[in-house]
């Protein structure tokens, strides 16, 4: 690896977060584009940057780590044979392998023990081969669901020893393994345990869980928890905070934020009506914790006490991830994304003033011309205020009507998040459809649980969580067209996910969208329950729906749109991966073969090897470009 020959990157991976070193001189981040990628380190005092490495292919987003001594830095790259774990001396800037693996590191989780002698990752081996007996040269191709060769393999946590230049196993267990982090005595760590839905297990719930080292003896600290705990193991050991769902359910959630000692008594509650968005970060004093809250369309930082003493601390519009404290805890660090795509690193004082920029991630965005962006917040028809964005067309001209494409997020839990829903991987697209001279507006919905947990049980108990997501959205749409920015004739509809399932939903209730594209939707319940991921049943429809189908078949009917499908009148663009049909694919083949009958305008595009999300350069532009012509063919 010459680092001479390194060439300049400007744009971040997306997922990239800066990870300051130990004695709080430096940040560590990963920048460059999808096929090649380098490590950079950045004075925290000046804001100068370099390279520690050459271009790298398959460097992994998350996977760098600081040594206790921020001399060194530990990180892991990918290969057709398998995965690396390279360490790279901020000085020498000369990286070396440390040891290869056959198979993928699959999560990335890394980290360095406070000595700085043994780096802890996660491993998880390659599909078992499936074996044949000699002669058998017609062998099926059969796979037992639920049984080997249809679950991956256990998960493993294994040790570097950098003295010995040796490594070893050290547990290993039928789950995923996540925020792995060591103890400060350095004879622990500590991680997430999470049976997910690959292991055909649908409740998919998590354990916070203790190993100890040498000896590899597990203890459960956290059990059969919600699905998103993130756990955050205090500077001096002692405790550790973690998204708290009351409900311990898997879907949907709402995540506040408690702690617990390390024996494992009963959890602290710290917040209760702050929709709570990991990671959570402590002060090195451990006086204090930080996290990212979400009261509308854009999250906060937020900061809050042992003693459940909350306060928010940054109010700039965008979204804030990777939040860490420096070691004399008078300083905090994140990265910004706002909903123009711009990306920086920003610091400010622990109480939130003095922000400023310290490192512009995007400055090539200054060369785009971009809409204006507002959050925006309507009162539903319940009276409920609901949150979203509003993107004037580029080149706006005040008393002109424009077309106006509503994009209703997936999820739905959490609310709107910064990225189109066709391609799932910037917020430029909301300005693409800006610069062909559409506004764009971006509604929330309270199934999203950002407007309370109360709304979403009370939908439950009515069973009209579709009617009342509907009513949040079409009072945005009134709210925008009340402007007088936008052509009530000229609205079209698009949504994944979760969001192509409302899309679904909405044209069998209202006619005042000339066109919609759903993509990776569903439209019926009975269906969803015993397909795709969750082989053998779906605890998140039980819960919505009050039972299982053959309980009540009612509800499940109740919450399905097939049920109106003949109310369609709109012309519909349906996408779907083939990766995993049940997902989506069947659902759209229904919808498609319904509007084909009853002559509404349809078309229906399945891409080969994709899956809930379109991820092949090629795809992406084919999809996008095809969606432009299918929505400007309706609306200019």
Not at 77 to 89: F, I, N, P, R, Y
Not at 322 to 331: K, Q
Not at 512 to 525: H, I, L, M, P, T
Request: glycine share 8%.
């Amino acid at each position: 690896m010459d680092v001479d020959s390194a060439r300049s990157v400007r744009f971040p991976v997306p997922g990239s977060s800066p990870r300051i070193s130990p004695d709080g001189s430096m940040v560590a981040y990963l920048a460059g584009d999808k096929d090649q990628t380098q490590l950079w380190v950045m004075s925290a005092r000046t804001g100068n940057t370099r390279p520690l490495t050459q271009p790298l292919e398959g460097l992994k987003a998350a996977g760098h780590s600081w040594s206790g001594d921020s001399r060194q830095i530990a990180f892991l790259t990918a290969d057709k044979e398998g995965g690396q774990l390279w360490v790279v001396s901020v000085e020498e800037q000369k990286p070396r392998e440390v040891t290869r693996v056959v198979g993928s590191p699959g999560t990335t989780e890394l980290v360095w023990s406070p000595d700085s002698r043994w780096i802890a990752y996660t491993y998880r081996p390659p599909p078992k081969a499936r074996e044949s007996k000699a002669g058998d040269a017609k062998a099926s191709s059969v796979v037992i669901v639920g049984e080997e060769g249809d679950v991956p393999r256990d998960s493993e946590i294994w040790l570097a020893d950098l003295n010995s230049q040796s490594h070893r196993k050290l547990v290993s267990g039928p789950y995923a393994v996540q925020d792995l982090t060591w103890f400060p005595d350095g004879r622990s760590l500590l991680f997430t345990a999470r049976v997910a839905f690959e292991y055909k297990n649908d409740r998919s719930l998590q354990d916070v869980r203790t190993v100890s080292v040498p000896e590899g003896k597990l203890r459960i600290v956290i059990k059969d928890s919600g699905q998103t705990l993130r756990p955050s193991l205090s500077p001096d050991g002692r405790r550790i905070a973690f998204c708290y769902d009351r409900t311990n359910l898997v879907f949907p959630f709402f995540l506040n934020l408690a702690t617990v000692p390390v024996q494992g008594e009963s959890p602290r509650q710290l917040t209760r009506d702050i929709f709570v968005i990991p990671p959570i970060a402590w002060a090195p004093g451990a006086n204090r914790l930080y996290f990212t809250g979400k009261p509308g369309a854009f999250t906060r930082i937020y900061s809050a006490t042992p003693a459940g003493e909350v306060q928010q601390l940054i109010r700039t519009p965008g979204h804030a991830s990777g939040i860490t404290a420096s070691p004399d805890s008078r300083s905090l660090a994140w990265t910004s994304q706002d909903a123009q795509g711009r990306a920086e690193i920003r610091v400010a004082r622990s109480d939130g003033q003095g922000e400023r920029v310290l490192f512009d991630l995007t400055s090539d965005l200054n060369l785009l011309a971009l809409g204006q962006v507002e959050e925006v917040r309507w009162k539903s028809r319940d009276g409920l205020e609901i949150a979203g964005l509003f993107i004037r067309p580029v080149g706006y001209e005040a008393g002109r009507k424009y077309p106006l494409l509503v994009e209703v997020h997936g999820g739905p839990i959490g609310g709107v998040y910064l990225m189109g829903p066709i391609l799932n991987s910037s917020p430029l697209e909301w300005h693409l459809w800006a610069g062909r001279g559409y506004a764009v507006f971006v509604p929330d919905y309270r199934s999203s649980a950002v407007y309370g947990w109360d709304h979403v049980v009370q939908a439950r108990e009515r069973q009209d969580a579709n009617d009342r997501d509907f009513d949040d959205i079409m009072s945005g749409v009134d709210y925008v067209l009340n402007t007088g920015m936008v052509d009530a004739g000229r609205m079209a509809l698009i949504g994944h996910s979760s969001g192509a399932a409302l899309t679904n939903w909405i044209v069998t209730r209202t006619q005042r969208f000339r066109v919609a594209v759903s993509k990776e939707g569903w439209a019926e319940s009975h269906l969803a329950y015993g397909t795709g991921s969750r082989v053998g049943g779906n605890s998140i429809l039980e819960w919505y729906c009050k039972g299982k189908p053959w309980e009540v078949p009612q509800n499940y009917r109740k919450n399905s749109m097939i049920e109106d499908v003949n109310n369609i009148k709109t012309p519909m663009l349906f996408i779907s991966g083939d990766t995993n049909p049940a997902i989506a694919l069947y659902h759209n083949e229904f919808l498609y073969s319904a509007l084909k009958k009853q002559g509404v305008d349809t078309r229906f595009l399945v891409y080969r090897g994709e899956g809930h999300n379109i991820l092949r350069p090629e795809n992406q532009r084919d999809v996008l470009m095809r969606i432009l012509d299918w929505v400007d063919s309706h609306l200019k």
